[in-house]
């Protein structure tokens, strides 16, 4: 039975719309400067999937100015400049009263270590200061320390490491059904039981916040209720337990985020997605873009025992932060749908194998065992028969059959790493009340700008054959 449990996305205020409508509209290419300004530095040039970004340094009179950068993005032919140049006014002279091994005995007085190097900077503002900046590197980081270079008095010292932390968790993956190949296993109310002992794999939990005990870290983050903690970061927990879904989220969502960047794109989602495993006792998970937070379900099978489910809300997830306040019309919301359950299943092709028991086109193999008879157990499929505009019903989850199917269609002829950087790519360029047709010409678009005409025609063909071009 299809329908009856719906992963739904709770999607509410209308203002947004207007918001998300004026910033695409207004995101026009700016006219290309002739050349970039005098008072820059080039920092480095880094290409990307689409162009070409060329980071600069801003100076004064030669002197870095702390915190002024400019960029510029060349993609096709189109340039745009982010300007981050700071003002420098009021400042006294350029040369400094205080000399640099006078800074560097200061600081080295006050860490326990001298600074590896010294260098005169200015920092901006109203008047803007002349200061040296030092790098010490100690037990606990680098410090980076501005020290006025007229007063002596530190400005700003800061410790410049990206803390992260590993820990150790038990979870599934993506779920017992497809683990064990076994269609019969049962919810049998939460329990755990031997027939799940070989589902179970402990793995390492990365990106974890520096110094915490709780499941907190540079992807996710726990805000269920009575979160777990632990004081070495080792959180064994069996499905029966309220950590064991805690575990699962974060793993998955890390997992995907970090999937991601692999995948080369370093700004889809990439910060901390909070996420609650516990309190709603539905069988039902939604993502809820008025506070960015992915909300799991514990009705039937807990929702985030199964990774698809976690992997679909985060598909909306990795969509509204590609465009603020996606999926406002009925199409646009069913492309939100359709590539969640192509999100869950092609993360799903990472661990496991393509079977006549578990196919791959299964969403939800386990998290379904709760309310569907036939097997397998699927909550929806991404290889159904559905076309467009024909079998449209005028419902979310669906609909989105249609669009899944075509996501999958690529992913088979073109490959899992292609199509993803194709379809994530493509997303960019979507808008929030987009069509189905015209969202399949973006990615068409986007597959011939980054694969070329091969790669176009055989995108075209998925959609064409769900009747969504033609
Ligand atoms: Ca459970
Ligand atoms: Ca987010
Ligand atoms: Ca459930
Ligand atoms: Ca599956
Ligand atoms: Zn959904």
Redesign the pocket.
């Known amino acids: 039975m299809w329908g009856v449990s719906l ?3 709770v999607r509410v205020f209308a203002p947004l719309v207007t918001i998300a409508l004026v910033l695409w509209g207004g995101a026009e290419a700016q006219a290309a400067p002739a050349s970039v300004p005098a008072d820059l530095k080039l920092v480095q040039s880094r290409q990307s999937l689409l162009g070409t970004h060329t980071w600069y340094q801003q100076t004064y009179q030669g002197i870095p100015v702390v915190g002024g950068y400019y960029a510029t993005h060349r993609v096709g032919g189109k340039l745009t400049v982010d300007d981050g140049r700071k003002a420098v006014t009021g400042l006294s002279g350029t040369s400094a009263g205080l000399t640099a091994q006078r800074a560097r005995s200061a600081v080295a007085g006050r860490l326990g270590k001298q600074p590896a190097s010294a260098q005169l900077v200015i920092v901006p503002g109203s008047p803007a200061r002349l200061a040296w900046k030092t790098l010490t590197t100690t037990g606990r980081g680098t410090y980076q320390t501005l020290v006025d270079a007229g007063s002596g008095t530190v400005l700003q010292e800061k410790n410049t490491v990206r803390e992260a932390d590993v820990g150790v968790g038990r979870v599934f993956d993506p779920n017992p059904v497809v683990a064990l190949q076994n269609e019969s296993l049962t919810d049998n109310d939460n329990a755990d039981g031997p027939q799940f002992a070989r589902a179970y794999r402990t793995v390492l939990l990365t990106q974890l916040n520096r110094g915490t005990s709780t499941l907190q870290g540079a992807y996710a983050n726990n805000i269920s209720e009575n979160p777990v903690t632990s004081k070495h970061r080792v959180f064994l927990f069996n499905r029966s337990q309220d950590g064991f879904e805690q575990v699962m989220a974060y793993y998955s969502i890390t997992d995907a985020q970090q999937y991601l960047h692999r995948l080369g794109f370093r700004h889809v989602n990439s910060e901390p997605q909070d996420y609650s495993t516990t309190g709603l006792t539905d069988d039902n998970s939604f993502y809820d873009p008025s506070v960015d937070a992915i909300t799991f379900g514990t009705g039937g099978v807990d929702d985030a025992e199964d990774n698809e489910v976690i992997w ?2 985060y598909g ?1 997830a990795i969509q509204d932060d590609q465009v603020p306040g996606f999926g406002e019309s009925e199409e646009a919301g069913a492309i ?2 359709g590539f ?1 359950d192509y999100w869950a299943v092609t993360m799903s092709q990472a661990t496991s194998r393509d079977t006549k028991v578990t196919p791959w086109a299964c969403v939800m193999d386990w998290d379904s065992t709760s309310y569907t008879d036939d097997t397998p157990h699927c909550l929806r499929r991404t290889d159904g028969p559905k076309v467009y505009p024909g079998d449209l019903d005028g419902e979310v ?1 669906d609909d989105g059959e249609i669009w899944s199917h075509a996501l999958w269609d690529i992913n088979r002829s073109l490959g899992r790493t292609t199509a993803n950087r194709i379809v994530l790519e493509s997303q960019f360029f979507f808008n929030p009340l987009i069509t189905m047709p015209a969202a399949a010409e973006k990615t068409v678009a986007t597959a011939q700008a980054l694969y070329g005409p091969h790669a176009a025609a055989k995108v075209r063909k998925a959609f064409r054959d769900r009747g969504i071009l033609s």
């Open positions: 992963k739904r996305t679909h809300e909306h939100g749908e969640g989850h």
